[in-house]
DNA sequence: TCCACCGCACTGAAAATTCAGTCAAGCCCC
DNA sequence: GGGGCTTGACTGAATTTTCAGTGCGGTGGA
């Protein structure tokens, strides 16, 4: 809302969620964000600045909505802090299941996000972000199954950590691309905290 | 290999691999497949008809490679039937450990597979099919599962097989995007393996 | 003779990128 | 305290590039 360049990167974020980011036409844009397609070059310079400075938004922004932990405050997309409630366990589930709802919000980014994942696949640069990202996510979720279970291993965590976090990101592309229900896909997610953490 | 219309075929899903579905050009995909842009035309009529058989036949050869199951041939670009060996736990280890292995082949299927995936996020009509093949899978999946632990429920089947096939894909991806190393996510699958037939 | 095919020049439209210039704030100097 | 000057944000209208798709003359083989 603040300024020019935050405005066209929020549009960027749902245009992108429309329509892909290879889908993302520069008009588009500029009539998303209200502004003239020139103010976008002479903000980014071309399209694939456009796209790089949007894509660190996105991540920046998501960095997963994790943005729970100790260190109270994060950015200026700041998540309500994670209900910090019951035990560990639910709040595991309640980060991952924040992935998998049917908001505007969470389908615009996790919709964004995957686009994010796919394009890496193509293009070696955005890899680097990317990893990053995926890494603090991972990290605050090991964190968690630590709690959650103190007895195990960090190693363990680490692991478990690493295959629901892949695993929401599997779920919510086939939510997203129409192969499963999301209240399928939800109940799925909550089965692999469980099978995780050996409740049966 | 035989006729021209697998040639192009066979070619697009090299081109998907190398630029994505949406970074397919129609003269680059008639340099890779060694004919004239106008064959393709002759063949396919359009860019969307050209894609359309592109993502059938992608999603066919797939079917995830499942082509293990009692009933003997498949199609063309046959799989080698599952090595059926060992206990049903092996088989089923080796079937989704297929997924994620450093050959031109099996990276070039799965990378076409996520755009698949990834693509249908913004395009309906792909939906079905992408479901069908998507159900096929982790139908076979299923079944393994129920041979290798006949003590569960059905149901239970069902659920363990869609999140194996759903975090295969995210790992997947995860390794395509750079995010994970191949070592790694096969660590990480095999882990989910044992998780969920409960074997600690 | 017909089919499968090549080669290639060409069209038309959609996009990306550039350009020339406006407008308003700030600043410096008399 | 007001006139020149600079600078940054911004626009509308080109210009250029990139592609999909077409048309057509030609070729070789069954």
Redesign the interface.
Known sequence: MSDRRTGILEAATRVIA???I??LRMGELAAEAGVSTALIYYHFTDRAGTLRRTLEFISDRADHYTADHCTADHNSAGRQPATRAADPRTDLEQILLRELQDTAEVRENS?AW??L??????E?D??EE??RS??TWVHDVAELLARADPAGTAPAHA??A??LT??????S??W?????SLD?AR??LR??VD??L?R?
Chains 1, 2 share one sequence.
């Open positions: 429309r329509r892909g290879r889908g919709t995957g686009e994942r796919a394009t890496a696949v193509f070696p955005l890899r990317l990893a995926t890494h692991a478990a690493e295959r892949a695993l929401t990101e599997g779920l592309v086939r997203l691309s129409g192969s499963l399928h109940r799925l089965g692999a099978t995780e050996a049966r």
